[in-house]
């Protein structure tokens, strides 16, 4: 039993039912600016849609207050800070370190991150990724994806040397040095598999490219994330003798999630973009301002090339089926994403792989549950969409965010406060009182504010804790309300999902004097 | 009023137009003259200042450059307070004299200046505070400078604006004053024509000439001076015109942004009567202005400026800069809160110098003779101009300011203090400290492990808490292992501090084991000679006989033409020809210069700074000579090494290690010279040797608690130019019954015969409760029979004595209004007192130290081992 009700607990609460079920989840309507209740007002459509318990409450009635510090304590307990040495001896580096974090709304978090510098070839990897109907499909690609990139970019010999060295029982040089906080983890049962899965890769690759061969960035994400995809989908459909593997190569296949990942090597980003995610590059103006520079394209129903793709990759007779209610068969958001299989297999294949596999999987409704209206699978792939960009000195930062970042801070705020936070409260305008009637306590109750401001900035050490605060506690006036911080902070575990996503983002920093003098390094 | 201001086509707050005497106004410039005798270069206060009081004391051709205008640099816009308030006497003395000179000002040039003597009120917010103002108090009163301790209630009777609920008392001064700083400035510049100085604006001093050490020339962008004398008065550009003359000058300040606001007139206007306010908790100062306020303070966040140099930015453009205000605007609304509705009128930048350690620079630049300086005034520009101007122009004429000005000599600095991010780091610290509280042996926090013995490392992981003294670190104590650290470091007091126990573990050990403490800070120079120039010089320069045995140890004065003492140290007899003299840390530059001067040009004598090459550690205690006989195979019982005798010895494996029989502090003991090379080894191998006669680690409170007790004066500290070796009791040290004419011998037979007006007693305090009384630091009013009789110069808890020693100056009081003689009598015969913030405890004073206290050690017969100079 547990097995299985974890395996779809995610369900219900997450990018799959459609909006008839739980009408107020995910976009919540309740709050028409800026997705959340003002504290004041208990919203007006959920109380009535939701299945209604006695003691779930609007917030503001619910919620108890919380001290600045244990507000902070919440804020920062994920936070994950890197810094790129600038010279280690070989190299600059165009990146100076990043800046991570995450904040849960599901529980547990559903959301995955990871970054690692690749040590076989060039460049860093970074990458968010936003799971669904669980966090197993995001675990498994926050732990195995990056290896997956790492061997579509090494050169033939390399592949070759890596073979030898497996055959002959030799220890390998290590591939990746991972970047991670305490409390990201790796599935430690799971090993064994996942290396096997990556061998018989890289052994394909061996296959399929000749000496002085290797793929470019972009062949090589492409190649990764369709690779991985297909291996998550394999291990599920080949099931494993150890039954706890079992339950987790389903669970892993049976849950979804995307992926917004970034390969940087000097003055060259890739973005490689599965679903909802968004990468988002800070750029300062020369009046000092920053603008956002997009280079990902959302896979949801907003984006229009997305529903023409999915609607002509099926017959004209789905047409009004495919996608409905801005959702993927009227269930999910993303319209790409890993795992998934319910919208990739065939009908025949879901029934078998759940009949052969565990008893539980059998007592629990949702695996006899097929969306409707399926037809010609698959509906979903994981391939992503890739975005080169060449960095420039005005090319400050890059944003990576899953959605819960997105839909509570528009891209251009995002860049606005992280810009601010990165240069300092120095960027702001001096005051002066000109010719201006100002008395003494006008002024200082004008300081008093512009002090806050700055010291809300000082508090964070760590700018995407500083964007979280942000995103979690800007009032109606765009500055951040301790009161509203906690309200947010303090709902109850089943509450806070409807009113705030899983938020995690990664904001690297890119050094200016390296970027766009690029042959220096090469 | 705007009109006025901006009419003047310059950025200033002070409204009153500025028209010399003398023709600089007009358009045509006067010719500079091709030589001078002195050319002072710098137009504010300080630069007129020191005009006019060398004008007054009759010296002609002064000239006075000023790059822009008279008064154009931070005079133009400092907030003009007069204030006694200062941390140490001779500043005092200064502020106090700068008040009644601007008083009388007006009268004797007829220029308005500006003066309203308002009083000051200094608030206190807690209990600390209080009684630091209460020290204070004590030290005016011996000045005779008038001021009361006062209640809030009586505060708010002086001041309509200032609210009370939160203060816990004050100090007013009812003498304080202020003016309009660029009127005293005219006013001095008019002054000082009128005695002839000349007064040229708008010319830049390029450089300083100079010619086998001593100025010869001034280079201007308008022609070249020749002159005798250079005084830099350039405030804020002080150091880069130092750095501009053949031979550096290291003159180590460096500019802070210093902002104060105007108000618009209250719409009761503020009487320009109304006291100048301190809230120095609050951070802030107050005074009326124009019918409303004038508020500035001292943060906690300075902004350091001008690092780089004064291309940088102009004082003209400096900006406001509100956001860094806020704490200030908040502590003065605190403050007064019916300020709130008035308006503001102007946010003034305005940069102040400082330096590192608080006091301004004064004096001749130790390497070039004629070259002067005057600045780095830490934000009392005003209040020091007067009195400093006038030191300064004593010191030229006579060859010595007529008070101790010792703290406030540049040549407590040499060139390691030099360096612009020490400067930086270091002003950042010193702004906020002007008004922080200060309790005593506090120690600068930043630019600190300049200067380390090999020894650092080794004594800061066995719990070396260090002190800073001209840039070296010394070891105050060492925390035992499992101590609480944290609270040790944090805890600041006027009462028992916290180490209490810790240094009086220290002091048993040494009195009944054995301790090393690391002294490599001292000054060390060598001087030889070929034939026999060293002790020549030696002879004449040193108040006590030269003309020793190879190997013998003697402490000396080094006396000026008054017999006071310049220097105080210890010189050995290395060779026939070879003198190794051992100096106070703080005497590196002055005693350099001291012995350059009266050094003849030969070229076969040579004088050497040694400090750097010997790492010198103290081995202290009863079984001393214990260790060191094991570690040398050589009996150091008193039988074969007495006292102050000088050896060259193995110590483990290092051979010529310099071993003293003394320890400064009349204990039994040996101070090792080691070359520093074998520092390491000799540490660690005394340590492991030491460890079965108990051997640990002290630092220099243990130092100075032992020397203290045993009436141990120290350079500096106790011991001035203004000091003889009569008044304390040194006469012993001087070769009366020779007949070498060295310095100072004149003057000391003259007070031989007179019989001395002032003498160094020991206090030991009676009826104090150590644990529960303000305990004693220095500059305390002493008092005999009720009546006031001089202060303290240092004190100590003497853990053997179990009680307070207070070491200080007493004079009988003059009947006739000649200086009368202290007697025998004067000194036993009378009930003592020592004021601790306006407490008095009684005390017995003592002219000689307990013999009690001295461990029994075979001496040479003719000298007993009193020894002089560590740290504070």
Redesign the interface.
């Known amino acids: 039993m547990p097995v299985t009700s974890q395996l779809f607990r995610g369900f219900p609460l997450a990018k799959l039912w459609g909006s008839s079920l739980f009408p107020c989840q995910r976009q919540l309507p309740c709050c028409p600016t800026s997705h959340r209740p003002t504290s004041s007002q208990p919203h007006p459509i959920w109380p009535t849609a939701m299945p209604v318990r006695g003691y779930r409450r609007s917030p503001d009635l619910h919620s108890y207050n919380l001290t600045p510090p244990q507000v902070n304590s919440i804020l920062k307990a994920n936070e994950y800070s890197f810094k790129v040495p600038e010279f280690d001896g070989k190299n600059v580096s165009s990146v100076m370190g990043f800046d991570s974090n995450q904040l849960p709304a599901n529980a547990p978090i559903e959301d995955r991150r990871s970054a690692a510098t690749c040590l076989q070839t060039r460049g860093m990897l970074l990458g968010v990724f936003d799971g669904h109907a669980g966090c197993a499909c995001a675990q498994a690609l926050s732990e195995r994806l990056f290896y997956y990139v790492a061997m579509s970019l090494m050169p033939h010999e390399t592949l070759c040397e890596l073979e030898a060295a497996v055959e002959a029982g030799r220890p390998l040089s290590p591939i990746l040095q991972w970047h991670k906080h305490p409390n990201d983890y790796f599935t430690r049962e799971a090993q064994t598999m996942y290396f096997n899965s990556l061998r018989t890769y890289w052994q394909e690759l061996i296959d399929l490219s000749s000496p002085g061969e290797s793929l470019g960035p972009r062949e090589a994400l492409l190649s990764a994330f369709k690779r991985l995809d297909s291996d998550l989908s394999l291990e599920a459909q080949v099931g494993d003798a150890n039954s706890f593997l079992h339950y987790w190569v389903l669970r892993v296949a049976f849950s979804g999630a995307t992926a917004c990942v970034a390969h940087i090597d000097g003055s060259d980003l890739y973005v490689a973009n599965t679903g909802d995610g968004r990468a988002v590059l800070g750029v300062q103006e020369e009046d000092g301002s920053f603008s956002a520079h997009t280079l990902s394209n959302d896979h949801n129903a907003q984006n229009e090339n997305e529903v023409a793709r999915i609607q002509g990759e099926h017959p004209p007779s789905e047409k009004k089926t495919v996608v409905r209610q801005d959702r993927l068969l009227g269930l999910l958001m993303p319209f790409r994403a890993f795992g998934d299989v319910k919208f990739k297999w065939s009908i025949d294949l879901q029934r078998g792989v759940l009949e052969s596999g565990p008893d539980q999987l059998h007592d629990n409704e949702h695996t006899k549950f097929i969306p409707p209206n399926y037809h010609t699978p698959p509906y979903l792939t994981a391939e992503p969409e890739i975005t080169h960009h060449r960095l420039r000195p005005q090319d400050r930062f890059l944003v990576l965010g899953t959605d819960g970042l997105w839909e509570t801070l528009h891209r251009q705020e995002v860049v606005r406060i992280v810009g601010e936070y990165l240069t300092g409260v120095h960027q702001r305008q001096p005051l002066t009182v000109g010719g201006y009637h100002v008395t003494l306590g006008q002024m200082q109750g004008l300081l008093a504010e512009r002090k806050a401001r700055a010291s809300l900035a000082f508090q964070d050490q760590n700018a995407a804790t500083h964007l979280i605060r942000h995103a979690v506690g800007n009032n109606e006036f765009g500055a951040v309300d301790h009161e509203t911080l906690s309200k947010m902070l303090s709902l109850p575990e089943e509450l806070a999902r409807m009113y705030r996503d899983d938020i995690t983002i990664i904001i690297t920093q890119f050094n200016p004097h390296v970027v766009g003098h690029q042959g220096t390094w090469t | 009023w705007i009109g006025v201001l901006f009419s003047l086509g310059r950025r200033g707050i002070w409204s009153s137009p500025r028209r010399l005497a003398s023709a600089v106004e007009t358009t045509q410039p006067i010719p500079l003259p091709s030589q001078a005798r002195v050319v002072i270069c710098g137009g504010g206060i300080v630069g007129t200042s020191v005009a006019y009081h060398l004008a007054k004391l009759g010296w002609t051709e002064i000239v006075l450059l000023e790059q822009g205008r008279l008064g154009a640099g931070t005079t133009r816009l400092c907030a003009g307070i007069v204030s006694v308030a200062k941390p140490i006497s001779i500043e005092c003395k200064m502020a106090d004299y700068s008040n009644s000179l601007y008083e009388h000002l007006e009268e004797e040039t007829g220029v308005k200046t500006g003066y309203v003597k308002t009083g000051s009120l200094c608030l206190a917010q807690n209990q600390d505070r209080f009684l630091s103002l209460k020290r204070l108090a004590s030290r005016l009163n011996v000045m005779g400078i008038p001021c009361n301790v006062i209640k809030p209630k009586e505060v708010s009777k002086l001041h309509p604006l200032v609210n009370i609920h939160d203060l816990v008392g004050a100090l007013h001064l009812p003498g304080d004053a202020v003016v309009s700083p660029p009127d005293v400035n005219h006013a001095l510049a008019t002054a000082a024509a009128g005695h002839g100085v000349q007064i040229h604006e708008r010319t830049t001093v390029n450089h300083v000439m100079m010619e086998k050490g001593h100025v010869t020339a001034v280079e201007t962008d308008r022609g070249a001076i020749e002159c005798e004398y250079f005084v830099n008065c350039a405030g804020q550009w002080a150091y880069e015109l130092g750095q501009a003359s053949e031979t550096k000058v290291s003159v180590p300040l460096h500019g802070c942004e210093h902002f104060y606001?105007l108000?618009k007139p209250l719409p009761e206007p503020l009487q320009p009567s109304t006291p100048v306010v301190m809230d120095m908790d609050g951070r802030i100062y107050v005074r009326a202005w124009q019918g409303g306020v004038l508020s500035g303070g001292f943060e906690k966040n300075p902004k350091p400026i001008f690092t780089e140099g004064r291309n940088q930015l102009e004082i003209q453009t400096m900006?406001?800069?509100?956001?860094h205000?806020?704490p200030m605007?908040?502590a003065?609304?605190r403050r007064m809160p019916e300020?709130?509705?008035?308006?503001?009128q102007?946010?003034v930048n305005c940069p102040e110098s400082f330096t590192p350690d608080m006091r301004c620079l004064m004096g001749e630049t130790p390497g070039v003779h004629g070259y002067f300086v005057l600045a780095g005034m830490n934000a009392s520009g005003l209040a020091f101009a007067g009195g400093a101007g006038k030191y300064l122009a004593e010191w030229m004429t006579y060859g010595y300011p007529t008070a101790n000005v010792w703290p406030l000599d540049i040549k407590r600095f040499g060139n390691l203090q030099s360096s612009r991010t020490f400067l930086r780091h270091r002003v950042m610290e010193v702004m906020p400290l002007l008004y922080n509280l200060k309790v005593p042996r506090w120690d600068f926090q930043t630019g600190r492990q300049l200067r380390t013995s090999p020894l650092y490392d080794r004594l800061d992981t066995q719990g070396a808490r260090w002190m800073e003294k001209h840039g070296f670190e010394r070891a105050k104590y060492f925390i035992p292992a499992g101590k609480d650290l944290l609270s040790l470091d944090a805890s600041k007091t006027f009462y028992k501090p916290d180490w209490f126990d810790i240094v009086g573990a220290e002091v048993k050990c040494c009195k009944e084991a054995v301790c090393v403490i690391d002294m490599s800070s001292f000054t060390k120079f060598e001087l030889t000679s070929t034939d026999d120039q060293a002790l020549a010089l030696l002879q004449h320069l040193c108040a006590n006989d030269l003309d020793v045995p190879v190997g013998h140890i003697v402490h000396t004065g080094m006396l000026n033409e008054r017999g006071g003492y310049e220097n105080d140290c210890s010189v050995v007899r290395v060779k026939k020809n070879s003198f190794f003299i051992i100096s106070p840390t703080d005497q590196q530059v002055h005693c350099w210069s001291w012995l350059k001067k009266h050094m003849p040009d030969d070229p076969q004598l040579h004088l050497e700074d040694v400090s750097w090459k010997y790492t010198a550690l103290n081995l202290i205690g009863p079984r001393a000579m214990d260790v060191l006989g094991e570690l040398s195979y050589v009996s150091m019982t008193p039988e074969h090494f007495p006292s102050l005798f000088c050896k060259e010895m193995s110590v483990g494996y290092a051979n010529g290690i310099r071993v003293m029989s003394m320890t400064h502090t009349g204990e039994p003991g040996f101070m090792l010279y080691i070359p520093i090379e074998y520092a390491l080894h000799v540490y660690n191998e005394v340590m492991s040797v030491g460890q079965k006669y108990g051997i640990r680690n002290a630092g220099y409170y243990a130092l100075r608690s032992l020397r203290i007790e045993k009436f141990f004066a120290f350079w500096g500290q106790d011991l001035d130019p203004f000091t003889t070796p009569l008044e304390c009791g040194r006469e012993f040290r001087v070769k009366f019954d020779t007949d070498i004419d060295f310095l100072g011998r004149a003057s000391l037979l003259h007070q031989r015969q007179e019989g001395v007006s002032r003498r160094f007693i020991m206090l030991v305090l009676e009826d104090h409760d150590t644990e529960l009384d303000l305990w004693p630091w220095w500059g305390e009013p002493i008092y005999r029979n009720g009546e006031l009789c001089g202060t303290t110069t240092s004190s100590a808890y003497s853990y053997t004595l179990e009680r307070h020693v207070c070491l200080g100056f007493v004079s009988p009081p003059s009947l006739d209004g000649s200086p009368a003689a202290v007697t025998p009598d004067f000194i036993n015969r009378g009930d003592y007192e020592v004021d601790i913030a306006g407490q008095r405890y009684p005390a017995k004073a003592k002219l000689y130290p307990f013999s009690s206290l001295f461990a029994q050690q075979r001496r040479r017969k003719d000298e007993m081992e009193l020894s002089n100079f560590q740290g504070k």
């Open positions: 606001l108000s900006q406001e800069d509100w956001d205000f806020e605007l908040s003065l609304l300020l709130e509705v008035c308006e503001i102007q946010l």
